[in-house]
C-alpha cells in the first residue's frame, strides 16, 4: 500500500487544511484572514507573511489545494479568471508569438487581440484539434502554445499530448485552460502541460457567488516567475473569496458529477430532437474527438451546445423556459443557459465567430443540479413552441 494515492474526492475535502500549519483551535474549515499586513517580531528577521499582496494565509490555503489537485507544485490565485490568464502571458516579452486555439474564452481572444499586442506580442489563431496546422504555425520566436479542450463553445477537443510534444520538440511552453473539466475530469501537468489555468468562477466555486482565477505549474522556474508576477501586477483574490473558493472546491466532485449524468441526458434527448440541428457534447459517441477526450478524461463534463434553425427560433426557445437561468457564465449548481453569439462571444467579431460555428441559433446550456426530468421536460415544452413558429413561417 506504500505506493497509494489518495483519491481526488478526499483531496477536495480535506486539501486546504493540510496546507494549514497552525492549527491550534481545532476549526474544520480554514480561517479568514483579514489582515493586510503582518507583525514582524524581529527587526531584522521577518515572519512567512508581511503584506497580503505578496501573501495572505486563507490565499495559501487555497493556493496549495489547488496545486495538489492539479499535480502541480505551486499555485496562484487570481481575482479572475481572466486575471490568471493575463497574468501568465506576461511571462512574455515583446518580440515573443504565442499560437493560440482558434475557439479561445472570448475575453481570451479580447485580451490576445487587443491588450496583449500593444506590448508587441504577435499570435496566430489555429485550430488546435488538426496538429499539421499547429505544426505549420509555430514560428521561431514562438514561445506559448494556448489550449482549450473542450473548447468553448462547440466543444472542440485538442490532443493535449500531441500538443505538448510540438511544442516541446519546438522549446515552447504550453498553457492550458482547464475550466471545463477542473481537475476532477482532467490533469493537464500530468500529460506535460506547463500551466494549468482556471477560471474558477465557474464550476471550483461552482455556486456562482464569485469571480476567481487559480493558475497552476509544476515547473519551480515558473512557479518563480508566476509568484513574481502575482506580488508586481497585483490581481490577488482577496480573503473572503479564497475562503468560498475552498469551500466551493468540496462539494466540485458531487456537483459535477451529478451534473454530467444529466447532461449526457439531456445530450441524448436533444440529439433526437428534429428541431435540433446539432448536439455538441463530448460524451456522444459520434462527437469529433469523442476518443481522444476519452483517453486523456475522465470525464465528459456539465457542458453542452446545439444548434437551432435560426435567431428567431431561439429567442423563443430562450423566452419559453423557465427553470434554467438565461445568463452568461457556467458550472454553477443552477442550470445556466446562454446565447454565446451576443454572450460569452460578444468580442469577438462576426465572422470570426461564424467561422467557429458559432452562429444565431447556437445555445450553451451549462448543466446544474435540478432533477433532469425536471431539465427536460422544461426544454421538451419550449421546443414545442419553438417548433409551431418553425411550421407556421
Ligand atoms: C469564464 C471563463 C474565463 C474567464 O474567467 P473570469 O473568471 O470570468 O475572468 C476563461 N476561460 C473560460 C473557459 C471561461 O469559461
Known amino acids: 500500500m506504500s505506493n497509494y494515492k489518495e483519491q481526488i474526492e478526499t483531496t477536495l475535502i480535506h486539501g486546504s487544511l493540510r496546507?494549514?500549519?497552525?492549527q491550534?483551535?481545532?476549526?474544520?474549515?480554514?480561517?479568514?484572514?483579514?489582515?493586510?499586513?503582518?507583525?514582524?517580531?524581529?527587526?531584522?528577521a521577518f515572519g512567512p507573511f508581511d503584506y497580503s499582496r505578496s501573501g495572505n494565509p486563507t490565499r495559501l490555503a487555497l493556493e496549495k489545494t489547488i496545486a495538489e489537485l492539479e499535480g502541480g507544485t505551486r499555485g496562484f490565485a487570481f481575482a479572475s479568471g481572466m486575471s490568471a490568464i493575463a497574468s501568465s502571458f506576461m511571462l512574455l516579452s515583446a518580440g515573443d508569438h504565442v499560437v493560440v486555439s482558434e475557439d479561445v474564452?472570448?475575453?481570451?481572444?479580447?485580451?490576445?487581440?487587443?491588450?496583449?499586442?500593444?506590448?508587441?506580442?504577435?499570435?496566430?489563431?489555429?485550430?488546435?484539434?488538426?496538429?499539421?496546422?499547429?505544426?505549420?504555425?509555430?514560428?521561431p520566436n514562438t514561445r506559448v502554445i494556448y489550449m482549450e479542450t473542450p473548447s468553448n463553445p462547440?466543444?472542440?477537443i485538442t490532443d493535449i499530448e500531441g500538443v505538448v510534444k510540438l511544442a516541446k520538440s519546438n522549446d515552447c511552453l504550453t498553457f492550458l485552460d482547464n475550466t471545463f473539466m477542473t481537475p476532477l475530469y482532467q490533469q493537464p501537468l500530468h500529460l506535460g502541460?506547463?500551466?494549468?489555468?482556471?477560471?474558477?468562477t465557474k464550476f471550483l466555486s461552482g455556486h456562482s457567488d464569485i469571480i476567481a482565477g487559480l493558475a497552476v505549474t509544476n515547473n519551480e522556474e515558473l512557479a518563480e516567475?508566476?509568484?513574481?508576477?502575482q506580488n508586481t501586477f497585483g490581481s490577488i483574490l482577496g480573503a473572503q473569496d479564497s475562503y468560498l473558493l475552498i469551500q466551493g472546491i468540496k462539494t466540485l466532485a458531487?456537483?459535477?458529477?451529478?451534473?454530467?449524468?444529466?447532461a449526457f441526458q439531456i445530450a441524448n434527448y436533444l440529439k433526437d430532437h428534429p428541431l435540433i440541428e446539432e448536439v455538441y457534447y463530448p460524451g456522444l459517441s459520434y462527437h469529433r474527438g469523442h476518443a481522444i477526450h476519452r483517453r486523456q478524461t475522465s470525464g465528459d463534463g456539465?457542458?453542452?451546445?446545439?444548434?437551432?434553425?435560426?435567431?428567431?427560433v431561439a429567442k423563443t426557445f430562450v423566452e419559453k423556459t423557465k427553470v434554467p437561468v438565461f445568463a452568461v457564465s457556467l458550472g454553477a449548481v443552477e442550470t445556466i443557459l446562454s446565447y454565446p453569439s451576443t454572450m460569452s462571444h460578444a468580442a469577438m467579431p462576426n465572422e470570426e465567430r461564424e467561422k467557429r460555428g458559432i452562429t444565431d441559433g447556437l445555445l450553451r446550456l451549462s448543466v446544474g443540479l435540478e432533477h433532469a426530468c425536471d431539465l427536460i421536460r422544461d426544454i421538451d415544452l419550449a421546443l414545442e413552441i419553438a417548433a409551431k413558429q418553425v411550421r407556421v413561417r
Open 19 to 22: 496546507g494549514w500549519s497552525e
Open 24 to 44: 491550534k483551535t481545532g476549526a474544520v474549515n480554514v480561517p479568514v484572514y483579514l489582515s493586510s499586513t503582518y507583525h514582524q517580531e524581529k527587526f531584522d
Open 105 to 139: 474564452y472570448g475575453g481570451t481572444y479580447r485580451f490576445i487581440t487587443e491588450l496583449l499586442n500593444k506590448y508587441f506580442i504577435d499570435y496566430t489563431f489555429v485550430d488546435m484539434t488538426d496538429l499539421d496546422a499547429v505544426a505549420r504555425s509555430i514560428l
Open 154 to 156: 462547440c466543444l472542440n
Open 193 to 200: 502541460v506547463d500551466i494549468v489555468l482556471h477560471s474558477a
Open 225 to 229: 516567475k508566476l509568484a513574481f508576477i
Open 254 to 262: 458531487a456537483r459535477l458529477k451529478q451534473s454530467t449524468l444529466s
Open 302 to 312: 456539465a457542458v453542452l451546445s446545439f444548434r437551432l434553425p435560426n435567431k428567431e
